[in-house]
Every structure is written in C-alpha cells, then in structure tokens.
C-alpha cells in the first residue's frame, strides 16, 4: 500500500516540487538531504519511502497518517535532514505514537 495526495491529514502543503523517476537526486532512500516539511510531495514521497523501509505492506492509511502528523507534530523543527526525522521517530516513537 502506498499513501496517496487525497488521504492526508493536513491540506496546507505546497505542491510545487514534482519529482520525476529520473532525477538524480533522487537516491530513493532518506538521506541528508532536507525535508521541506511544507512541500507536499516531498512528504508524500519521504512517508511512503518510510513505509517501505517499515514493511508497511499490509498497513492502513491511519499509520501513514500518523507518520505525517508526527512530522509535523512531534520531530523537533531543529532535526530537518530526512535521515535525521527517520532515525528520530524510529527512536522515540514509543513515547508519542499512541497519542497521535
């Protein structure tokens, strides 16, 4: 399952970056490169590659969900590389992710 445009929580994003199969900037793993957590297919594409990391084959969209209110909720503004918001809720999700 992969989370789509029309199930997100939040509808305040931009959608002005579009990516394309093709760019090369596009490793296809979360890197150090930042997250615009504004850009609505940047987060779209980092929460989907998030579920993928996850296993979230079987998932509902309440899990992708949550991830998207997580990011915007609940990682510190400071942590802003994509790497670094993974690792961060892979290490603290225990303590927020049944509030969300």
């Known amino acids: 399952m992969s989370f789509a445009k029309n199930q997100m929580v939040y509808n305040d994003y931009s959608w002005s970056t579009k990516y394309t199969n093709d760019d090369p900037k596009i490793t296809g793993e979360p890197d150090s490169t930042l ?3 504004t850009e609505g ?3 779209l594409y980092f929460i989907n590659k998030c579920g993928e990391k996850w296993n979230w084959s079987g ?3 309440e ?3 949550k991830l998207e209110k997580a990011i915007r909720t609940k990682v510190p503004s400071d942590i802003r590389s994509q790497i670094k918001i993974k690792e961060w809720i892979e290490a603290n999700h225990q303590s927020f992710w049944s509030t969300l």
Do not use: A
């Open 63 to 65: 899990s992708y969900r």
């Open 59 to 61: 998932n509902s969209t």
């Open 41 to 43: 297919w940047e987060i």
């Open 35 to 37: 997250l615009n957590r």
